[in-house]
């Protein structure tokens, strides 16, 4: 039972437009969400994070859009830009739970210049 | 500060070998986690440890053993090693009190 999916596995944006990148899950007891960015022979960098208290949290071109009654978020990238090619995980943590984390499968993100 | 460290970082076993992959962590956290991945797997919890001294079973527990050495440091033993554990693992630390985990750069493994 995947708690956390993502279904999309690839997208492929143009540079400079905007990648979104959508996430949802089914465990209603989540109240933290996070995503991280992974590049190929190196391990997972945190990205950014939204409490389940906001709809949105921003950090520079990187935005996390949260939709509770749907348990859906996204990660909206503007503009998107060739560094940002990189496997992009979700997860989900639920407060009480020693920060265990619960992963995604990913999306590979390309980004053509 | 070296953040999350892991070693070795590749390595190939043969069937029934056993070895021990090492991970520690200098940002003086608490809790500590031992994920692998798999191709269209994502990250999967096989060991945590919320806390010095206390450790517990993730997802993915099976054929493997943990040791939580002292609060920097963080050990996963494969004892008899199988093909189906060909993955890579990744070592992870958090504060404790935030659900932000910082990861290692991982251990490539290989069984034959």
């Known amino acids: 039972d995947q708690q956390v999916k993502q279904n999309s596995p690839s997208l492929s944006v143009q540079e400079g437009r905007i990648s979104i990148l959508n996430c949802d899950y089914t465990?209603?007891?989540?109240?933290?969400f996070l995503w991280y960015k992974k590049y190929p022979a190196e391990g997972p960098t945190f990205l950014i994070s939204?409490?389940?208290?906001?709809d949105k949290n921003e950090d520079g071109r990187f935005t996390v859009f949260l939709n509770k009654s749907a348990k859906h978020l996204s990660l909206h990238i503007v503009p998107s830009q060739p560094g940002d090619s990189a496997v992009y995980f979700c997860a989900a943590s639920r407060t009480g739970a020693n920060s265990k984390l619960t992963f995604g499968k990913g999306i590979t993100l390309s980004v053509r210049p | 500060n070296a953040g999350v460290t892991q070693t070795p970082k590749f390595q190939v076993l043969k069937t029934g070998q056993s070895m021990t992959l090492q991970c520690a962590q200098d940002?003086?956290?608490?809790?500590m986690y031992w994920y692998r991945q798999d191709p269209g797997m994502g990250l999967r919890l096989i060991y945590y440890s919320a806390s010095e001294g206390t450790t517990d079973k993730g997802e993915v527990p099976n054929g493997y053993n943990v040791s939580r050495l002292n609060k920097r440091e963080f050990s996963l033993r494969l004892e008899s090693a199988a093909p189906s554990q060909t993955s890579v693992y990744f070592c992870?630390?958090?504060?404790?009190?935030?659900?932000?985990?910082?990861f290692g750069p991982g251990t490539r493994l290989t069984v034959l």
């Open positions: 992870a630390s958090s504060p404790g009190r935030t659900d932000t985990q910082y």
């Open positions: 939204i409490s389940s208290i906001k």
């Open positions: 940002m003086n956290h608490n809790s």
């Open positions: 465990n209603s007891m989540f109240d933290y």
